[in-house]
């Protein structure tokens, strides 16, 4: 197979953090001796007091244990807004874009940020919130999303974020899954102009929730709220009178920054928990390495903060950096499709990070609304969340990059805190759809599935494992170490599991192949196909539910759902937008299955197993290789499905 690369300009390169040998030898010397090298680079943030040791790590069964820097001390807040006072307090930091481009944008500089975080920390403290308390922030982007994140890591406290697109069941989950004292929400949430009521589901999710926690409400609409009789405050008038002036609390390394949900294969999502010292030094170096980012730039980050990518490429590893980042509260297609662009060009953006499916969904739309705006500031071009199809990659490159400016593809998860596999744009060549070669101290490793031996020859396809750690790495599942080990470090034993499919090409270049696990992706987003099912199964007219990802044009992958009604119930059009509607209050608007086929059975083998291979294979309509269907209890059922299937592309 041939595929064409993509070489950086000698323009590009001339000016790059890192040319190719300069990639070779740091990465050399990375791997060689990570004591050193991160030893090094680990002073790239301020240390209250420096570490004396590096590295202490164990991925070895039942001791896993995953210590960076751990007898230093420093923190966050400090290093993303204090230590620019002097230098660039009148810089701007955030570029924040509201939903709707007639309102007026808003440019807050290092100053005005260490103002608004340090007033936002003394009101999280006068609400009893101390260090090592949990926060759950469930806002839209707005700049108060910024300051609470940062004021948790400035009191200590330990924030985890919820999608403001999650429902309020979801919400309340989380909220005791970590006893979170304080939960922060605005009244409502503009979005491609429609507005969600955020302090209602707030509201409706507290009636689940068993201990006592505080709202503070941001006014972002002006909205009716409904107020609880106790227990609500408005930040506006909790902060009128707070102080400019709160001191940094001084964190340990390893002290907890954030707790963040992510789904897996099995059970109901985890708490993925990042440190302060590792995590931080790790996204700050490869958001100035993979997007090659310069003093003066501008770096917009289209996430949204209630995603692992808001929180490493937003808020933490720019601010570190000491960048102007922009904070966009609206969607791509919204009032038009030329949105980003016109955003591009009035914040004069210099690298462009995105997702597959916004470019798959802007692509539909032709170039004309890219071609309105221009686009000479866009030094460099960037994707995550899924792999990309060199349709996509290619429209972006020629549309969006002119041909002219580096693509890198950040291949990572919730769970490794910053890029793993990544080009470096002033060093590697690009492939459209590969992420390329491993960041600086990340050793992949590519693993025969079922015998687990780690295959050596260049190319080869297997399972995606690390060999070693890095320090964005996850630490712990929250309350739950156990699952943990069992999550990422049973299947294969002395290796990190991602739970990705991978290829290696005869170059060394990594091509994510998809997860291997009942994790799917749909438009960048996680979901754990048991989640969606235990929402199905919780209405009354189901009696069993399976759910798997089928491709989707813009998506990616869809959700495809095969439902198997309790007796008495008719399948009917109707019922089928009430389970709709239903998994959409359950779980949030990205959950809502895409197909919903009325299954009279499911195929499962004789010790009662779904047999998802087979589920699979029909949702992508390609059931001529269903493979081996003997071991079925009941082979009839899987006939009846083949042809009552719903997708016929
Ligand atoms: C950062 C983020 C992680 C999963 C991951 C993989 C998929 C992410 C990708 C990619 C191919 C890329 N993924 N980036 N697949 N190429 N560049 O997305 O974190 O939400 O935890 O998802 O997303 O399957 O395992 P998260």
């Given at each position: 197979?041939?595929?064409?690369?993509?070489?950086p300009?000698?323009?590009?390169?001339?000016?790059?953090?890192?040319?190719?040998?300069?990639y070779d030898?740091?990465?050399?010397?990375?791997?060689?001796?990570?004591?050193?090298f991160w030893?090094?680079?680990?002073?790239?943030?301020?240390?209250i007091?420096?570490?004396?040791?590096?590295?202490?790590t164990?991925f070895s069964?039942?001791?896993?244990?995953?210590?960076?820097?751990?007898?230093?001390?420093?923190?966050v807040?400090?290093?993303?807004?204090?230590?620019?006072?002097?230098?660039r307090?009148?810089?701007t930091?955030?570029?924040w874009?509201?939903d709707?481009?007639?309102?007026?944008?808003?440019?807050?500089?290092?100053?005005?940020l260490?103002?608004?975080?340090s007033?936002?920390?003394n009101?999280?403290?006068?609400?009893?919130?101390?260090k090592?308390?949990?926060?759950v922030?469930?806002?839209?982007m707005?700049p108060?999303?910024?300051?609470?994140?940062?004021?948790?890591?400035?009191i200590g406290?330990?924030?985890s974020?919820v999608?403001a697109g999650?429902s309020?069941?979801?919400?309340a989950?989380?909220i005791?899954g970590?006893?979170?004292k304080v939960?922060?929400t605005s009244?409502g949430?503009p979005?491609?102009?429609?507005v969600?009521?955020l302090?209602?589901?707030v509201?409706?999710?507290?009636i689940?929730?068993?201990?006592?926690?505080?709202?503070?409400?941001?006014?972002?609409?002006g909205?009716q709220?409904?107020?609880?009789?106790?227990g609500?405050?408005?930040?506006?008038e909790a902060a009128?009178?707070?102080?400019t002036?709160?001191?940094?609390e001084?964190m340990?390394?390893e002290d907890?920054?954030?707790i963040?949900?992510?789904?897996?294969?099995?059970?109901m999502?985890?708490?993925?928990?990042?440190?302060?010292?590792g995590?931080l030094?790790?996204a700050a170096?490869?958001h100035?390495?993979?997007?090659d980012?310069?003093?003066?730039d501008v770096?917009?980050?289209?996430?949204?903060?209630g995603?692992v990518t808001?929180h490493?490429?937003i808020i933490?590893g720019p601010?570190?950096?000491?960048?102007t980042?922009?904070?966009f509260e609206g969607?791509?297609?919204?009032?038009?499709?030329g949105?980003?662009?016109?955003?591009c060009?009035?914040?004069q953006?210099?690298q462009?990070?995105?997702?597959?499916?916004a470019?798959r969904a802007?692509?539909?739309?032709g170039s004309?609304?890219?071609e309105?705006?221009?686009?000479?500031?866009?030094?460099?071009?960037?994707?995550?969340?899924?792999?990309?199809?060199p349709?996509?990659?290619?429209?972006y490159?020629d549309?969006v990059?002119?041909?002219?400016r580096?693509?890198?593809?950040?291949?990572w998860?919730?769970e490794?805190?910053?890029h793993?596999?990544?080009?470096?744009?002033g060093?590697?060549?690009?492939?459209p759809?590969s992420?390329?070669?491993?960041?600086f101290?990340?050793?992949?490793?590519?693993?025969?599935?079922?015998s687990g031996e780690?295959?050596?020859?260049?190319?080869c396809?297997g399972?995606?494992?690390?060999?070693?750690?890095w320090?964005?790495?996850?630490r712990?599942v929250w309350?739950?170490?156990?699952?943990?080990e069992?999550?990422y470090?049973?299947?294969?034993k002395g290796y990190?599991f991602?739970?990705?499919?991978?290829?290696?090409?005869?170059?060394?270049?990594?091509?994510i192949t998809?997860?291997?696990?009942?994790?799917?992706?749909?438009?960048?987003h996680?979901?754990?196909?048991?989640?969606?099912?235990?929402a199905l199964?919780?209405?009354?007219?189901?009696?069993?539910?399976a759910?798997?990802?089928?491709?989707?044009?813009?998506?990616?992958?869809?959700i495809y759902?095969?439902?198997?009604?309790m007796?008495?119930?008719?399948p009917s059009?109707?019922?089928?937008?009430e389970l709709e509607v239903?998994?959409r209050s359950?779980?949030?608007?990205?959950?809502?299955?895409d197909?919903i086929?009325?299954?009279?059975?499911?195929?499962?083998?004789?010790?009662?197993k779904?047999?998802r291979?087979?589920?699979r294979?029909?949702?992508?309509?390609?059931?001529?290789?269903l493979?081996?269907?003997?071991?079925?209890a009941d082979p009839a059922?899987?006939d009846?499905l083949i042809?009552?299937?719903?997708n016929?592309?």
């Amino acid at each position: 197979m041939t595929t064409k690369t993509y070489a950086p300009s000698d323009a590009f390169v001339s000016k790059a953090h890192a040319d190719r040998a300069t990639y070779d030898a740091m990465y050399e010397k990375s791997v060689a001796d990570p004591e050193s090298f991160w030893a090094e680079h680990g002073r790239r943030v301020d240390w209250i007091k420096p570490y004396s040791t590096v590295k202490n790590t164990d991925f070895s069964p039942g001791k896993v244990s995953i210590k960076w820097f751990e007898d230093g001390t420093l923190n966050v807040a400090a290093n993303c807004v204090d230590r620019h006072l002097e230098t660039r307090g009148d810089q701007t930091a955030i570029i924040w874009e509201p939903d709707d481009p007639k309102d007026e944008a808003l440019h807050i500089s290092y100053k005005q940020l260490h103002e608004e975080v340090s007033k936002f920390a003394n009101v999280l403290k006068d609400l009893g919130v101390k260090k090592g308390d949990r926060v759950v922030i469930y806002l839209p982007m707005i700049p108060e999303a910024a300051y609470a994140m940062l004021a948790c890591a400035r009191i200590g406290a330990i924030h985890s974020i919820v999608f403001a697109g999650f429902s309020a069941d979801a919400l309340a989950a989380r909220i005791s899954g970590c006893q979170a004292k304080v939960v922060i929400t605005s009244d409502g949430a503009p979005r491609g102009g429609r507005v969600t009521k955020l302090k209602d589901n707030v509201n409706q999710a507290l009636i689940n929730v068993m201990h006592d926690v505080t709202c503070l409400c941001v006014k972002r609409t002006g909205q009716q709220v409904a107020w609880r009789p106790e227990g609500d405050v408005w930040l506006h008038e909790a902060a009128a009178n707070a102080s400019t002036d709160c001191p940094a609390e001084e964190m340990s390394a390893e002290d907890p920054l954030f707790i963040l949900y992510t789904s897996g294969s099995t059970g109901m999502p985890k708490g993925v928990v990042h440190t302060t010292g590792g995590y931080l030094v790790y996204a700050a170096m490869t958001h100035q390495y993979t997007f090659d980012y310069h003093d003066g730039d501008v770096f917009w980050c289209t996430a949204d903060v209630g995603w692992v990518t808001g929180h490493s490429y937003i808020i933490y590893g720019p601010l570190a950096n000491g960048a102007t980042t922009v904070m966009f509260e609206g969607v791509p297609t919204w009032p038009d499709a030329g949105r980003f662009w016109e955003v591009c060009a009035k914040h004069q953006v210099n690298q462009f990070y995105t997702a597959p499916t916004a470019i798959r969904a802007l692509m539909a739309h032709g170039s004309e609304p890219v071609e309105k705006h221009d686009l000479s500031s866009l030094k460099l071009l960037g994707t995550v969340g899924e792999p990309i199809n060199p349709e996509a990659w290619n429209w972006y490159n020629d549309v969006v990059g002119k041909g002219s400016r580096p693509i890198v593809d950040t291949w990572w998860q919730t769970e490794t805190g910053g890029h793993l596999l990544t080009p470096l744009p002033g060093a590697i060549p690009t492939k459209p759809g590969s992420a390329t070669l491993p960041f600086f101290g990340v050793q992949p490793v590519i693993l025969e599935p079922t015998s687990g031996e780690e295959i050596h020859e260049t190319a080869c396809e297997g399972v995606l494992c690390l060999k070693d750690s890095w320090p964005g790495q996850m630490r712990t599942v929250w309350g739950d170490h156990e699952r943990f080990e069992k999550t990422y470090f049973s299947d294969y034993k002395g290796y990190y599991f991602s739970g990705d499919g991978c290829r290696r090409d005869e170059d060394g270049y990594y091509w994510i192949t998809g997860r291997v696990d009942d994790v799917i992706n749909v438009s960048g987003h996680r979901m754990g196909t048991a989640e969606v099912e235990s929402a199905l199964v919780a209405h009354a007219a189901v009696a069993e539910a399976a759910v798997v990802g089928y491709p989707h044009k813009v998506k990616g992958q869809g959700i495809y759902a095969y439902v198997t009604l309790m007796n008495g119930e008719t399948p009917s059009d109707e019922l089928r937008k009430e389970l709709e509607v239903w998994v959409r209050s359950e779980i949030g608007p990205i959950a809502k299955p895409d197909l919903i086929q009325w299954a009279p059975g499911l195929p499962k083998t004789r010790s009662g197993k779904i047999m998802r291979r087979i589920l699979r294979k029909i949702a992508e309509n390609d059931f001529g290789s269903l493979g081996d269907t003997s071991t079925l209890a009941d082979p009839a059922v899987v006939d009846d499905l083949i042809e009552n299937r719903m997708n016929r592309d």
